[in-house]
Structure formats: structure tokens, C-alpha cells
């Protein structure tokens, strides 16, 4: 992933992230008509009910073409989402970090410099800065909680 990348993955955070729980909402049956309040009597209410947001094999297979369409953009989008918050982690500096969390809230470079009290061009030098440090350490991928390395 290069620096445009992982400037472009910050900025679509903001709405990523709703659309993670817009997706969850549906694919779980929150938003749907069968799943709004059904009572369950007798043994059934008893039962344990799953607290998983991810679907087995047998689940997927039975999906239609849209849910299954929902589910991968699910799955693509939490990743993102994942990614994103675990850059705050590599960041030691509290001035940066107010930069990225006003990035991840969709700001523009101005309105961060107006929240800030620094121009705009000073903004832009410190967000450069900051990705240039992440895309730094993307080249060592055991600084990332995940696996796979995100530059």
C-alpha cells in the first residue's frame, strides 16, 4: 500500500465504519422483519444464542447473491476499519494523534487547522509526516497487530 492509499483509507474511515454497522445490522436481522422482537417460550428461550458476527461455510452457501455481496464488503470494510485504528498505536506524539482522529472523522486539512489554531500548510506538513512514519514502519510488519502488513 503506498502513501495515497493509506491516506485514502484514513479518510474513508469515517464512513466506512457506519457502514460496517448498517452492513451487521442487516446480515444479523436487526433492521428485518423476522428479527424485531421474536419471543421464544420454553426451552428454545433457554437455549444459548450465538454471539458471532461471522458466518460459517454453511451459512455463507445459503446467503443470496446480494447477502453474499453484503457479507464480502462486510468483511473488506471491518479490515480497513482495523487497520486504520491500529495506526493511533504507532503514534507517540498527541499533536499527531489529534490529526489522525480529526483525519479519521473525515475533516478536511483545513478544519483541522482551524480546530488546531495552525494553518492549513503546517496541517498538510504533519499529516505528511505521519504517513511517511507509517508507511515506515508497514515495511516491518511486526509492529502491526495484524499479520499482514498494510504499506
Known amino acids: 500500500m503506498n502513501k495515497q492509499q493509506l491516506q485514502e483509507l484514513i479518510y474513508n474511515y469515517h464512513w466506512q465504519i457506519k457502514e460496517v454497522e448498517r452492513i451487521s445490522r442487516i446480515l ?7 428479527g424485531a422482537g421474536t419471543a421464544q417460550y420454553g426451552i428454545e428461550a433457554t437455549l ?12 455463507i452457501d445459503a446467503m443470496g447473491r446480494r447477502e453474499k455481496r453484503l457479507y464480502e464488503r462486510y468483511i473488506r470494510f471491518k479490515e480497513n476499519v482495523e487497520i486504520v485504528e491500529s495506526l493511533a498505536d504507532h503514534l507517540d506524539n498527541d499533536f499527531n494523534q ?22 492549513r500548510y503546517k496541517v498538510g506538513e504533519l499529516k505528511d509526516e505521519m504517513i511517511d ?17 498494510t504499506c
Not at 48 to 59: D, I, L, R, V, Y
Open 28 to 34: 444479523n436481522n436487526i433492521d428485518g422483519p423476522q
Open 48 to 59: 444459548p444464542k450465538p454471539n458471532t458476527k461471522e458466518k460459517s461455510k454453511a451459512e
Open 98 to 119: 489529534i490529526i489522525l482522529d480529526c483525519m479519521m472523522e473525515g475533516m478536511s486539512l483545513r478544519s483541522i487547522g482551524a480546530h488546531l489554531g495552525i494553518s
Open 133 to 149: 512514519h507509517f508507511c515506515q514502519i508497514c515495511h516491518f510488519p511486526q509492529h502491526f497487530t495484524k499479520e499482514k502488513s
